[in-house]
């Protein structure tokens, strides 16, 4: 076996970031061969990886940037497993390059970089994902804001907003991100199919059974209303700033109105 020195092990370390046991293995496999260590560790690393991809990434960071002029906006969200890696140099400055590939040519620039994204897993030696990512232009005269929840970062918004004010904007963001039910802007955006499902199921609980025959209609809709279109409808959920006003009363009062968004959440 050839004989593997301290200072050749150290020098592969460096170059890949393995373990100093795992450098020795490697050198010792191929006969002292840096560049086919090197090789062989990348190759063993995409295996750990291969077999990390399965588990749960709860932790990570969301990330926004948008444009000074508010007119084009990016978020994305990298996800891994612990809160300390989220935290890492390396991990973090991937998260900044999957940020800045999906701001310059739209989502699914975050796929040119899956072999780092790997080779970051087996450097950390924990799953790495980027868990979502998105990119607006603004239309009409519209503008872009984002929130990212503090001090975490693992929960952020990005959403275009045609008229109001950029307070306005960035209170939406804000709303939005403390709203995890939100799936739709407006009742007009709900397909009627998933609405008739909601109302059936209110119509067969027990809850509304147990009423008078010539109420449960009301009823219903009752429910319908406050459970679901308050829950998951943007414009009929209670303004987070202001509870006594709906988000769709005060866009209103400010002529404003919610072109898209996008809520990405980490865990």
């Known amino acids: 076996m050839t004989e593997i020195s301290a200072a050749l092990v150290k020098e592969l370390r460096d170059l890949t970031g393995a373990g100093m046991m ?6 010792q496999d191929t006969n002292g061969d840096l560049e ?3 090789k062989l560790l990348r190759e063993r690393g995409m295996a750990s990886a291969a077999k990390r991809s399965g588990r749960e990434t709860t932790e990570g960071k969301v990330g926004y940037r948008v444009a000074e ?3 084009r906006g990016v978020i994305v969200a990298v996800g891994c497993e612990t809160e300390p890696v989220s ?6 400055a991937f998260a900044a390059k999957v940020l800045e590939a999906v701001e310059r040519d739209g989502p699914g620039a975050e796929e040119q970089l899956d072999d780092e994204r790997q080779e970051l897993a087996a450097k950390l030696g924990e799953n790495v994902v980027v868990a979502g990512a998105a990119r607006f232009e603004a239309v009409d005269g519209a503008m872009i804001d984002g929130y990212a929840h503090p001090p975490a970062n693992k ?6 907003v045609r008229g109001g004010s950029n307070e306005l904007a960035r209170r ?3 709303h939005i991100a403390a709203s995890a039910g939100t799936r739709w802007i407006g009742r007009e955006d709900v397909p009627e199919d998933i609405v008739t499902a909601e109302r059936e199921i209110y119509a067969n609980s027990d809850e509304v059974k147990s009423k008078p025959e010539q109420a449960r209609e009301k009823i219903v809709e009752g429910m319908l209303n406050k459970r679901f279109f308050a829950e998951q409808v943007l414009t ?6 202001e509870t006594s006003k709906s988000v769709g009363e005060i866009l209103g009062d400010e002529s404003a109105e919610v072109l898209e968004f996008e809520r990405l959440q980490l865990g």
Do not use: S, T
């Open 22 to 27: 795992d450098c020795k293995r490697a050198l």
């Open 36 to 38: 086919a260590a090197q």
């Open 69 to 71: 002029d508010a007119k």
């Open 87 to 92: 935290n890492n140099e390396e991990f973090l």
């Open 155 to 160: 929960l952020g918004v990005l959403v275009q």
């Open 172 to 174: 939406l963001a804000m």
């Open 236 to 241: 009929d959920q209670p303004w987070i700033h």
